[in-house]
Nanobody, 120 residues
Framework: QVQLVESGGDLVQPGGSLRLSCAAS????????MGWYRQAPGKQRELVATITSGGITNYADSVKGRFTISRDNAKNTVYLQMNSLNAEDTAVYYC??????????????WGQGTQVTVSS
């Protein structure tokens, strides 16, 4: 099994910044793609950003230029630096990983989520 644990969510004022972290642990062989998704109240979960093990990134249009995703492969950790936050960024942010467990079984795993609230 693979576990993902997010941290860093908080209440922040508009225009502020936050850095989310997600650490993967357990029976990991390789994590090919790691990413962040978010779900605001009453809305569907949506992609925020993803990053491959080789460092190729993909961003939702709504966060381009404001958010930066990065990862430390040695630590199986992915980060999301969020700048210029606005109220529309308020959501529960979920970490996701796609890869293979140590038994070479393919898998897709989710964290429990961390709340980001942007409000004055």
């Amino acid at each position: 099994q693979v576990q993902l644990v997010e941290s860093g969510g908080d209440l922040v004022q508009p225009g502020g910044s936050l850095r989310l972290s997600c650490a993967a642990s357990g029976s990991i062989f390789s994590l090919y793609v790691m990413g962040w998704y978010r779900q605001a109240p009453g809305k569907q979960r949506e992609l925020v950003a993803t990053i491959t093990s080789g460092g190729i990134t993909n961003y939702a249009d709504s966060v381009k230029g404001r958010f930066t995703i990065s990862r430390d492969n040695a630590k199986n950790t992915v980060y999301l630096q969020m700048n210029s936050l606005n109220a529309e960024d308020t959501a529960v942010y979920y970490c996701n990983a796609d890869g293979r467990s140590s038994g070479m079984f393919p898998g897709n795993w989710w964290g429990q989520g961390t709340q980001v609230t942007v409000s004055s």
